[in-house]
Structures are given as C-alpha cells and as structure tokens.
C-alpha cells in the first residue's frame, strides 16, 4: 500500500475537521481555563474525537495508539485546524512531556497502557518533579522512597504540578538511595493521583489562577511494575524528560497537537490592532513592533533547525534548552512591546488584558526550569564550556549539607 502524501493526508484532514469538529467563533473564540475541571473535560472530549477519527498522535507510533507519521504530517495538520477548537491543553504537559517520555524510557507494557489512554482521551498526566525547597536543583529532590516489605513506600512533597488536580496519572521523581552522590540515587515512578497516601492542594497565583498544585505524600504505596527505567537511574529519564519539557515549553514539539495557546488572551499581541486601538502608528511603535515580529519569526526557525540537528545527531539532545531560552526570551518582549505601545491604556478600560499578561511575563522565564539554567545547560553541554563549581559534586548525599 503506498504511503499517503502530506499534501493527501491535509486535504483528508480538512475534510474531516469540517464535519466533525466545531469550528471557532472568532468574535466568541472558546475559553479553556486551565483551573476549571470543565475546561479539562472538554479536552479529553475533544480529544475523543481525534482519535475515534484517526487524528490523534500522529508522530506517535502505531503500536501505542498514534500514526507512526513524520513531523511535516503533524505541521500539515496544525495549519488546517486553525480554525477548530483542539484539546490544546492536553499538549503540555500530557503529550509533549509525560507520553513523549514514557515512549523513550518506559516499560513496553507501560508505553502500551499510558500512551494509549492518553490518546483516546481516557487520561491526563501530570509531572511531579519541582519541590517546595528545591528551588531549581530537581537532582536535590528529599521526597524519598524507601523499600518495605516488596513494596516502594513514598514520603515527602511536590509543588508546582500543572494541571494535577484534573490529571490520572504523575511521573513522580524520589530518591531511593541517599549513600551515593544526588543523581545517582533516584528513581521515577507512575503513579496514580488518586492513591491512598496522596494529598493534593491547588495554588492560587496572582492573577487568580488555580491551574497549579502542590501534592503532599504520606506513606503512599507503589510496586516495581510503577518504576519507569530502572531503580536508581531516574536521572537518566528525568534528563529525558527535562529536554521533552524545553522543548515543549519553546513550542517544538512533534507531538503536540493543533496549534498556538488554547485562550485568545494567550495568543501573539496583535500589534496593528493595538496600535490602532490607541490611535497611535509612530516610527516608535512600528519599530518597536517590528523588532517584536522579528524574533518570533527567528524563534519559528530555530525551532526546526534544533528539532533537525537532535534528529541526525549535529546537536545534542540538551540543545533544546537553545528553543527553550529563545522562546522566553521572545516571548518577554512582545509582552514588553505591547505594554509599551498600549501605555497606560494597557492598565485600564478595553485594553486591561495587556496588563494584565504583563503581571505574568516572567512565567515564560519559569517553565521548563529558570532561564538561568538553560543558559548553563546550553554553556556547559552544547558550547563546552567548564562547568561550575558545585560544592555537593561527587559528594553522597545524606554527606550534603541543607
């Protein structure tokens, strides 16, 4: 059988979005609110939909659920459902970040089950990886795992957990041995959210949003079907997981689905509208724009490119910290720009949604680990540059001072 053409396949998907998917109201485009459960049972609705139509993981493989196709059918897709309303908010972290590693680390059985469900809409997942005194250091993770009569008994806490309140399953970092140095006594583990010994709390950030959570674990029981890779390896696959998360963060990800920010308010300034909204069309405001449209057309290419060169091996696979840097860097100034073409007016009246994504810019710099730590990652293993000194390198851990 010969293989459809992505010229095929986009005319097949266009025709398919436009019977079975309901198309966006630009004057009333949907609101997926991250905090609200509805928000989340549309998507896995949605999501439902793709799959029972044969558009869902199209870059994942065959046998776990998806089409087994090549990023340019993904792109081909993207661009025809524009118009629709898509599960974006399934994208990140279940798809582009929790699946995607599964598929590079995980048990054959857990690949079959979790990626699977993710697809059909059946499940969420969510990362438990941050900690309330971890700061950036995922390696320090203090929520441990101790083995007690054949089974993984887990204690400790986890914050900053997107979405885990609307989630089915976490990818849960725990240390399990605290004589060696802290990357070499963890292990990741699947577990369930709704498991007896889980205590979860919403956060609310500043501009009112609860999408993040901070889950408590107390004496909570897992087996060694939950170990995804092997027992005191888990930094292997959390580094998996952490170059999935920046590239997902910077948008280049072959396994998410549709495209763009799944709320209006998310998406690029649109800087004409706001410069006629202001009755305003300087030399200023034009350059100030343009320099704004120039780096997100930059950021769009450098996300091929890194995507390419992981791919044939040119660039390592931590290079995409280099989309995951660029993307904050891009996205504070067109949120910088607009705030400075809207002046005040940005602070009240028709225009307070520019504002009000300011009180948020830095979030940008937050995700996927702090920008200060992608521009190590980048020095020390993309460019080669010595590393720094780190005063608990080589030391065992129950050694490190807190």
């Known amino acids: 059988m010969r293989e459809e053409s992505v010229a095929q396949f986009a005319e097949r998907a266009r025709a398919w979005l436009a019977d079975n998917m309901p198309r966006i109201d630009p004057d009333n485009p949907p609101f997926a609110d991250r905090g609200a459960e509805a ?23 065959r046998e776990y659920g ?18 629709y309303e898509m599960p974006l908010i399934l994208n990140t972290p279940t798809f582009t970040i929790c699946c995607a590693t599964i598929l590079d680390t995980a048990s ?31 390696a320090g993770v203090i929520t441990r795992a101790e083995r007690r009569d054949g089974k993984w008994v887990v204690n400790g806490a986890k914050t900053w957990s997107t979405g885990a309140f609307a989630a089915d399953y976490g990818l849960l970092l725990a240390r399990t041995n605290w004589d060696v140095p802290k990357h070499d006594g963890l292990t990741m583990f699947l577990v369930r959210i709704d498991s ?20 408590f674990f107390d004496n909570l029981e897992l087996s ?38 799944e709320n209006a308010q998310d998406h690029p300034p ?15 405001v034009r350059g100030a724009a343009g ?51 809207a002046g005040t007016s940005g602070v009240v009246g028709e225009l307070l ?21 992608a521009r190590n990652v980048i020095g020390e293993r993309v460019l080669g540059f010595p590393r720094e000194y780190a005063a608990d390198r080589g030391v065992p851990f129950n050694q490190v001072k807190h």
Not at 226 to 248: C, F, I, K, N, P
Not at 270 to 284: E, F, K, M, N
Not at 358 to 372: P, W
């Open 108 to 138: 054959e059985e857990q690949k079959r089950q979790r990626i699977s469900a993710a697809l059909r809409g059946d499940e969420v997942l969510v990362q438990l990886l941050s900690e309330p005194s971890g700061g950036s250091d995922l």
């Open 270 to 284: 649109d800087y004409v509208a706001l410069a006629r909204a202001i009755g305003c069309d300087s030399d200023r």
């Open 224 to 261: 060694d079907d939950d170990v995804v890779g092997e027992v005191d390896r888990g930094w292997d696959v959390a580094s998996r997981q952490l170059y999935h998360e920046r590239r997902a963060v910077g948008g280049g990800s072959e396994f998410a689905s549709g495209t763009g920010s």
């Open 291 to 341: 320099r704004a449209l120039v780096h997100r057309a930059v950021r769009d290419q450098l996300i091929d490119h890194v995507y390419r060169g992981v791919l044939d091996g040119s660039l390592p696979a931590s290079a995409g910290s280099l989309i995951r840097l660029f993307h904050a860097e891009a996205i504070e100034l067109e949120v910088d720009t607009a705030l400075e073409i």
């Open 353 to 373: 949604s520019v504002g009000e994504r300011y009180l948020s810019r830095q979030t940008a710099a937050l995700g996927g680990g702090s920008t200060e730590m």
């Open 66 to 83: 998806g089409l087994g196709l090549d990023i340019e059918y993904q792109k081909a897709f993207d661009a025809e459902c524009v118009d």
């Open 39 to 61: 928000s989340w049972q549309r998507a896995r609705e949605l999501q439902r939909r793709l799959y029972d139509g044969g558009f869902a993981g199209i870059c994942f493989p």
């Open 196 to 215: 007896p010994g889980i205590t979860l709390r919403r956060i609310t950030q500043v501009n009112g949003s609860t999408e993040f959570c901070e889950e």
